[in-house]
């Protein structure tokens, strides 16, 4: 029934820097049954190294290739078609990830590409005047997005996340982003092919009704929906159905095995 299985991180793994109960066991079930799995994030405020060790921390074992995440899909897509400087908004730990790519730093540069993540507090009206600046002047330039997630649960409640702000350049220069993390079906999927795994057969468990259910049964996967991060109740109201719902991830083996049984 589940042959290979992508789990969203903030949210259905930990909410902030506090872990949530029975991943890890959850996780290790995964390794003992030998289902392939994924980890994907929106998250571009950290790279991968540091995404590994904060799992370690909370006792879960990862690996960096086992992270999908943005800027790596991001990184793919612009050495293949950016053919001049890149303008970089996200925070500086990320920008290691774009190391191999030149980067625009004046106003006055042509840039190919303008690259959109979660800046968080480094938002002000000078930065995002930068990046619509950029883009005005160079209308053949792309508005790449790393991803659409509109907001966050952290620990001291709900933070903007990138979506909100790639959806005001839009707005602004009548322009369409190129979407490069959830819930781009082209994230999906490449994860799933990470996998060697089949696009029918992979399930995406996250806490965002939207950009992990929606987007992953859009992509042709199933996806189940957990009550955890920044899940509300009235999510379900909303005309999207996910596959399953289950209380939190340390759910998922007993679900697992009720519905492999009814089948």
């Known amino acids: 029934m589940m042959q290979a ?9 930990y909410v902030g820097d506090r872990p949530i109960d029975g991943a890890a066991a959850t996780l290790e079930w995964c390794r003992r049954q030998a289902i392939p799995f994924r980890f994907v994030t929106n998250t ?11 799992l370690q921390q909370m006792g879960i074992e990862a690996r960096e290739d086992e992270i999908i995440t943005p800027p790596v899909v991001a990184r793919h897509w612009l050495t293949q078609r950016a053919d001049g400087p890149v303008g970089l908004f996200v925070p500086p730990a990320t920008e290691d990830d774009f190391a191999t790519l030149r980067h625009a730093r004046s106003e006055a540069d042509p840039v190919s590409a ?3 993540g979660d800046l968080g507090d480094g938002w002000d009206f000078a930065t995002y005047n930068r990046a ?5 002047k160079n209308p ?9 997630t509109r907001f966050w649960e952290a620990e001291d409640g709900p933070r903007l996340d990138v979506g909100p702000f790639v959806r005001g350049l839009e707005y602004a220069l009548d322009r369409e982003a190129v979407v490069l993390g959830k819930p781009s079906a082209s994230f999906f999927r490449l994860a799933v092919e990470d996998m060697d795994g089949r696009i029918d057969q992979a399930w995406m468990i996250g806490d965002d009704i939207m950009g992990d259910i929606e ?3 859009r992509a042709g996967l199933r ?3 957990v009550r955890t991060g920044k899940f509300r109740p009235e999510d379900l109201d909303r005309g999207i159905s996910p596959d ?3 209380d939190s991830i340390a759910d998922l083996p007993a679900w697992w095995e009720h519905e492999s049984g009814r089948r």
């Open 44 to 54: 571009t405020s950290r790279p991968r190294a540091a995404l590994v060790d904060k």
């Open 114 to 116: 303008v690259v959109l």
């Open 244 to 246: 399953g719902v289950i």
């Open 132 to 136: 619509f600046r950029w883009l005005k």
């Open 215 to 217: 987007g992953a049964q």
């Open 5 to 13: 299985i992508l789990f969203d991180m903030d949210g259905v793994l």
């Open 223 to 225: 996806a189940l929906q």
């Open 140 to 148: 053949d330039a792309a508005l790449v997005a790393l991803g659409m």
